[in-house]
């Protein structure tokens, strides 16, 4: 019996390492540039630099949609696209019919009324001319321009309840400051899903008037 414990111990001590260790360093890829105009606690408003965006429009409920997304995009920087004539090709990995992008963080939600709209913003090496089409025509590449956000930054998952909790925060903080915003909220979610709760990054994000 003591035995046992002590394996069941062992395992549960093994499962929070790796949960401690992996989800930092799967998290450690290039994330949107911005500059931090104001702070307070958790709250930041950023002026973010333009940026190219993969974007898709998925159906469904959030948690669901957000699954949906991210695995029509995923399929995309992973090789699911067409290589332009004009990129140079090398041997011996470019040399294939398609080419893999670099994953980012985070990835980015947000509800259009009908459906939601999931988004990776992609490396910044890359311009228009030089990214691959996407074979599925459902992913669509977008340039977005200069903006600025006012964003609340929590730990813990991503479900509905720490979502909204965090979400009716950052409305009260824009209320209480008469901040004019535009556009619905945005959800960025930084972490792998197997990175423990208290570890992980997430986001809600709202645009904000460039006059402010």
Wanted: charged share 25%.
């Amino acid at each position: 019996m003591k035995k046992t414990w002590i394996m069941i111990t062992s395992i549960i001590a093994l499962i929070l390492i790796v949960g401690v260790l992996t989800g930092p360093v799967l998290s450690d890829v290039e994330k949107p540039d911005y500059k931090v105009i104001q702070s307070e606690q958790n709250i930041e408003i950023r002026q973010y630099e333009p940026m190219i965006i993969a974007e898709v429009e998925v159906d469904g409920k959030r948690e669901g949609a957000i699954g949906d997304g991210f695995r029509i995009i995923a399929d995309y920087i992973f090789g699911n696209n067409t290589v332009k004539r004009d990129i140079a090709m090398t041997a011996p990995v470019q040399q294939q019919e398609s080419q893999k992008i670099a994953m980012t963080a985070p990835v980015q939600q947000q509800s259009t009324g009908r459906s939601w709209q999931i988004s990776f913003v992609m490396p910044s090496k890359y311009s228009m001319e030089s990214l691959p089409e996407p074979n599925n025509d459902r992913v669509r590449l977008k340039e977005i321009s200069t903006k600025k956000f006012i964003v609340i930054d929590f730990s813990g998952t991503n479900s509905n309840e720490n979502v909204t909790k965090h979400e009716n925060q950052l409305m009260n903080y824009i209320e209480a400051n008469n901040l004019k915003i535009t556009g619905s909220p945005k959800y960025a979610f930084y972490n792998a899903p197997w990175t423990l709760p208290f570890m992980r990054r997430n986001e809600v994000m709202i645009e904000i008037n460039q006059e402010q």
